[in-house]
Each structure stands twice: as C-alpha cells, then as structure tokens.
C-alpha cells in the first residue's frame, strides 16, 4: 500500500512539476512518520524514502535508537528543555521559531562541536495553536539567528491553515516564497502537506511533508 501510495504522489508531483516547468527531482519529499510504527519507516526507508519527519523528541528519540539509515528532521514545536536531545538526533530542524531557541540550538551544537541545519517557521496565518515567526520581525530574528556560530539556517518553513477550498492556501505559501526571495534567494522552501503539497509546489516549494498521503488509504 505505501509503495502505491508513494507511486501516486511522484506522479501527481510530476504533473505539477510538468504544469510549470520545473524539474521534479527538485522537490524532496519529508516522509511524517509521527505516530507510524518502525516497519512503516523500515518500508519507506526500504523504498528509497530516507527523509523522516517527526513532531515530537521523545517519540523520534525512540525510533532513532531502532531505525538505521535514515535522515532525521524535526517538524513539530520545540521545547527549549528538548533541545540537547534534538541537536543530537536530527539532521535538520525545520520548526526554529523564536531567536531564544535558535540561541540554545547552537549552544548545544556547540557542545558537541556540531553545526546544526535549521529551518525558520514562519506563521502566516492567525491561527493561536501556530508557532512561528511572523512576517514582520522575520528579518531581524534572521539576521541575529545568521550569526550564530553552529547553526547553518537552510530556509523557511510555514504550515498553512487547514482551509475548505485548497485554493486559498495559495497566498500563504506565496508569502513565504517572497519572503525567503528577499533575505536569501538560495534558501530551501519547506512548505506543503498532503492536502495541499501541489499548490506549494506551484509556489515554489523545494521540501513537501508527506504523512497521510504515503501512510494512509
Ligand atoms: C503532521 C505534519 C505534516 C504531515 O501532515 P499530513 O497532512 O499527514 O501530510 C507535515 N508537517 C507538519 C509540521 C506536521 O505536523
């Protein structure tokens, strides 16, 4: 079923991406595998899947000690007490949302002489239950987040509200991509889930997270 699944998606991919031109070997895909099981991650790992997303340190911090082969990205809210924990298990932290975390990311990176890749969140919408900077004091949170030492920032990430007609997703992904045109044309775009990864894509995402698209029915 996660072989269909996956099949299905690369080719919904290949028609955005054949729709405006842009090669779809550029879009990687973060397979979310919270609350999946280890043989769900061994199978997609096994497909040539090696992105693993996951929302929680403990959880990840579990699956970490069994799972071998995989790249390890942090997607979920974290929590400063966590941060030790999740500079030693993840190869990219896409959810740095305040320049206070993004100060005790790097001190633990330094003690383990690390430089760890991160990602901004960016919250576009008004949602309370969203983390993330927003708009307006993204540039000086990534300028002083820049000069940290450990931290090499990869780009931006936003997680768009959930909205009837998908459609309407658009303006936020689209914020995001002007944003990051502004501060750093080469930064990544991690932006998209499964209802609404083509319109990222067609706002220029470069990182789709993919959970109940490649698990679910
Ligand atoms: C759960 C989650 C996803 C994947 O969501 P699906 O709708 O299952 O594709 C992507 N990004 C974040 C931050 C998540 O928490």
């Not at 999946?36 to 991650?41: F, M, S």
């Not at 959930?162 to 459609?167: A, F």
Request: glycine residues 6%; proline residues 2%; hydrophobic residues 40%.
């Amino acid at each position: 079923m996660i072989k269909e699944n996956i099949e299905r998606v690369r080719q919904r991919i290949s028609a955005v991406c054949a729709r405006i031109n842009v090669c779809p070997h550029k879009i990687s895909i973060v397979c979310v595998t919270k609350g999946r099981t280890l043989e769900q991650i061994a199978q997609v790992i096994g497909l040539g899947y090696k992105d693993i997303g996951e929302n929680r340190v403990q959880e990840a911090s579990e699956k970490h000690k069994q799972i071998f082969g995989a790249k390890w990205h942090m997607i979920g809210h974290l929590q400063s007490n966590k941060t030790k924990e999740a500079v030693r298990i993840f190869d990219l932290i896409h959810s740095v949302d305040s320049v206070g975390l993004a100060r005790e990311i790097n001190r633990q990176a330094i003690k383990i002489n690390k430089t760890q890749d991160v990602i901004l969140e960016v919250k576009t919408s008004e949602e309370k239950t969203k983390f993330g900077f927003v708009p307006v004091e993204l540039q000086d949170a990534a300028i002083e987040i820049c000069k940290l030492s450990n931290l090499s920032v990869k780009g931006l990430m936003t997680i768009a509200p959930l909205m009837e007609n998908s459609q309407e997703t658009r303006k936020y992904f689209s914020l995001v991509r002007k944003l990051r045109d502004r501060l750093n044309p080469r930064w990544l775009l991690s932006m998209g889930m499964s209802d609404d990864f083509e319109i990222a894509i067609e706002e220029g995402a470069d990182i789709i997270r993919l959970g109940r698209v490649i698990f679910e029915g």
